[in-house]
């Protein structure tokens, strides 16, 4: 495995990173997580107002040297989410704070600017980059991240178009950093699935969503449990400037039509805010991908990491006896 700094000495029980969720990823949402041995994260911007970012993340690094010390376990290394926009006019604090504190992962999105991997370097911290297309990867490789997130068809939130079996491929062929690969990944078999297209871990959110530490409504978990399947995701521009996949009956009951809406101006492109229209992304429109279809509970955190390693695990099981 390709892995680097933290990643590469993180005791993980399985290949997975979970995805910074707007909203919906907190405190309890990552301490789950990196309890459950795989790696967890959260938007920057999720905390507000601007302080409560250090108090997330000083509560997240105690509890977990707590669950060290007790347990003698291992807990999964955290990440935290940098929103690399001009609409974000807290980039600058966020990246200060992420240094002090020398948060072990950073996962920026949209542009990956210099100053964010000179700051995690700066004291031994990774930066993963998430992109949705060869070029946006070749940029963040220049500005010297160490592992790119290959978000691909099918991921939930702002997603892209390539089918993994292209883009990963296609990065292999350039790069041997670490790649986490994004898109429709909800059970074991999947995870491993990601493996053996050429990533080193898999990049999981929208089961995520779906858990009992989620800070997301009930209504929201109801509609993953209760979602058909792929066909219950709508791709659109509409509520960020940037295409991303929702939850059809989210968009319904929001009173607008799933199969006719609108394209949205890229130039008012607008995350902070949930976008710039009455109904916002994630907290009126709910964000999911197409692996909608396997959800069919919303357990632990430590539930469901324990059966999707034994998925995993049997997946590869069956691999090696066929």
């Known amino acids: 495995m390709a892995l680097t700094g933290a990643l590469k000495t993180a005791s993980l029980s399985i290949p ?11 405190p309890e949402l990552v301490i789950a997580q990196c309890k459950a041995g795989i790696v967890g994260s959260f938007p920057a911007l999720n905390a507000r107002p601007e302080p409560v970012l250090e108090e997330w993340i000083v ?17 999964a290394p955290f990440a935290v989410n940098q929103i690399c926009h001009t609409s974000n ?13 020398e948060v072990p992962i950073i ?37 010297g991240v160490d592992g790119i ?29 670490t790649i986490a690969l994004s898109g429709s990944i909800a059970n074991g078999r999947s995870i491993l699935a990601a493996q053996a ?3 080193d871990l898999a990049y999981i959110g929208t089961r995520f969503i779906a858990t009992q530490e989620a800070n997301a409504p009930e209504a929201y978990k ?12 709508v791709y659109t521009n509409l509520f960020t400037g940037v295409h991303g996949n929702y939850l059809r009956s989210s968009i319904a009951a929001a009173g607008l039509d799933p199969d006719n809406l609108p394209e949205s101006d890229k ?51 069956e691999l090696v006896a066929a």
């Open 16 to 26: 997975v990173i979970g995805s910074p969720l707007f909203i919906v990823s907190g």
């Open 89 to 101: 006019d807290r980039l600058q604090h966020d990246i200060e704070i992420c240094t002090k504190l």
């Open 59 to 75: 509560r997240i690094k105690t509890e977990l040297a707590e669950f060290e010390r007790t347990t003698g376990k291992k807990a």
């Open 267 to 317: 130039s008012k492109m607008n995350f902070g805010s949930g976008g710039n229209m009455k109904q916002k992304a994630w907290r009126d429109i709910w964000g999911a991908g197409q692996g909608v279809g396997t959800i069919g509970d919303s357990p632990t955190v430590d539930e469901l990491v324990a059966r999707l390693k034994s998925e995993y695990d049997a997946a590869k099981a």
């Open 149 to 177: 997130i290959a978000v691909c068809a099918g991921a939930g939130g702002h997603a892209g178009v390539l089918s993994p079996f292209a883009l990963v491929s296609e990065l292999r062929t350039f790069f041997n950093g």
């Open 222 to 233: 109801n509609a993953l449990v209760e979602a058909a399947g792929g066909g219950d995701i």
């Open 197 to 199: 297209l050429g990533a």
């Open 107 to 143: 996962i920026t999105s949209l542009r990956a600017p210099s100053e964010v991997v000179t700051a995690a370097h700066s004291y031994g911290g990774i930066v993963l980059h998430d992109v949705i297309n060869i070029r946006h990867a070749k940029k963040a490789i220049e500005e």
